[in-house]
């Protein structure tokens, strides 16, 4: 990790109220919109957005989930979200501080989606955390981020080299398969950014389950 947790955290927190506008590139809308259409909860299903910023995945999902539980370590990106579920009358959403590592979830989640957030950690801790994803025992689990396909491209970055550390698609799928996830769809939206969904036989089989 190129920042501390308390850093990511304060930067987002400066940021909170015009990031939704500052996101206007293409990569991260149409990956935005994968990760909506693969996580495609029912009605049943409790979905975990990691690294849940103002809403994007979560909000969307709602309406569709049982209950989004919302974790992320900034607090003024926490507040944006929930002033946004107010406006819209959403309210199955619960939003919590919690990292990924450390997700702060101490109930079964049957889908785990993250967007644009996991490459914040070095590759050892992207590896602990999926660890940690498939210990919470979700039957699918949808991330997508900047990843490199091709590996960096250093004259045209779609990332900032001083706070973002992000990894190969092939590692990221060597901790998905160590995690004990299928890798089910691959979608590459640039030459660095992708969405991958990995999915599990099962489900609610890690060590949350409680039912
Ligand atoms: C670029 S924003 C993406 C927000 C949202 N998922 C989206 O698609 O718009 C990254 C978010 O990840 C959060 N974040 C960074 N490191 C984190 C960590 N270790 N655990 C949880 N959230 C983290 C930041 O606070 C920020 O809200």
Do not use: C
């Not at 299903?45 to 690294?51: A, E, S």
């Not at 590996?151 to 900032?160: A, H, I, N, Q």
């Not at 691959?186 to 060590?207: I, N, P």
Request: overall charge negative.
């Amino acid at each position: 990790m190129k920042k501390t947790i308390e850093e990511h955290a304060s930067r987002f927190d400066d940021h909170a109220a015009d990031y939704d506008e500052s996101q206007d590139s293409e990569a991260y809308r149409a990956a935005a919109s994968l990760v909506i259409e693969h996580a495609a909860p029912s009605a049943e299903d409790v979905v975990l957005d990691l690294g849940m910023g103002t809403g994007a995945i979560g909000l969307a999902l709602a309406p569709d989930a049982k209950r989004v539980l919302g974790r992320d370590i900034s607090e003024g990106m926490m507040d944006e979200a929930q002033r946004k579920a107010d406006e819209a009358g959403i309210e199955n959403v619960a939003f919590e501080t919690g990292r990924f590592r450390e997700p702060n979830v101490d109930e079964p989640v049957d889908i785990v989606v993250s967007n644009f957030a996991m490459h914040h950690l070095a590759n050892d801790e992207k590896r602990e955390a999926i660890a940690t994803i498939g210990d919470l025992g979700p039957r699918k689990f949808v991330l997508g981020d900047v990843m490199f396909f091709d590996g960096p491209d250093p004259d045209e970055p779609f990332y900032s080299p001083e706070v973002d550390d992000p990894a190969t698609v092939g590692a990221l799928a060597d901790a998905l398969t160590d995690a004990g996830f299928s890798l089910t769809a691959v979608e590459r939206v640039h030459d660095q950014v992708g969405v991958l969904v990995a999915e599990r036989a099962g489900g609610r089989a890690g060590t949350a389950r409680q039912e």
